[in-house]
């Protein structure tokens, strides 16, 4: 009796497998074991991301069976092609860019948004204009602020009494440090505003482009990684 319970509650546990409607079934649920696969190298540059696959120190089927990926703005992938077995695939590289941090839509001092304009936009003649704006204007010069949602007017101190009108350029188009530094980067237009604060004047720059410059910056990857690893499918 004790043997037959025994054999019973194993064929209970035992998974079976049958047919139906040209379908196969089991009456558990079963877990593929996948097969290794290699842990992902990060890299923070296209240049390192495009060496590893001319040096090729890891053997791979290059340029058949391989597939970059550029995701986003900030991040390109190198991954095999779907396997036989699980349909899965092997990453073997990413290239991942730090994510832009200029806090745009937030007002800040004058001297703070000096320091983010001139170290994290390329410098041109639009930020020139602005940095002698900003610049230019002190604690206790501002007099009035004048805005009619579209331009402003800042009347400031020009001298010991005279009093001028400076206007405030918008919309702007500037190019920050949004992506990867060996590719050309993206303008786009920014809503640049300014304010009297509690003790000085505060400044900010509203993002007014609906994130297009995305496009353009994945469209610029793209082009970069195929004119350095020819022959190997990209997608974006």
Not at 5 to 22: L, N, P, R, S, T
Not at 138 to 165: H, L, M
Request: glycine fraction near 6%; include cysteine; charge should be negative.
């Amino acid at each position: 009796m004790i043997k037959e319970a025994i054999e019973k509650i194993e064929a209970m546990g035992a998974v079976q497998q049958f047919w139906y409607d040209g379908r196969p079934y089991t009456t558990k649920n079963l877990f593929a074991v996948p097969d290794s696969q290699p842990k992902v190298l990060r890299i923070g540059t296209l240049t390192g991301f495009v060496d590893y696959i001319e040096a090729n120190i890891d053997a791979l089927p290059i340029p058949e069976g391989l597939l970059i990926h550029v995701e986003d703005p900030l991040n390109v992938s190198l991954t095999s092609q779907l396997s036989t077995t699980f349909k899965e695939r092997s990453g073997f590289i990413r290239a991942e860019k730090e994510p832009f941090k200029f806090p745009f839509g937030q007002f800040m001092d004058v001297e703070l948004f000096i320091i983010r304009m001139q170290s994290m936009f390329i410098q041109d003649e639009v930020t020139e204009t602005i940095l002698k704006i900003v610049g230019n204007i002190k604690d206790g010069t501002v007099t009035q602020f004048r805005d009619d949602g579209v331009t402003q007017q800042v009347t400031a101190k020009a001298g010991v009494s005279r009093v001028a009108e400076i206007p405030v350029p918008n919309p702007v188009e500037l190019a920050p440090y949004r992506t990867f530094l060996e590719i050309e980067q993206p303008k786009s237009r920014f809503v640049f505003r300014m304010r009297s604060g509690d003790e000085a004047p505060v400044c900010a720059l509203y993002e007014a482009d609906g994130g297009a410059w995305r496009n353009e910056a994945i469209a610029r990857i793209r082009e970069w990684v195929r004119e350095r690893a020819k022959g190997i499918a990209i997608i974006a």
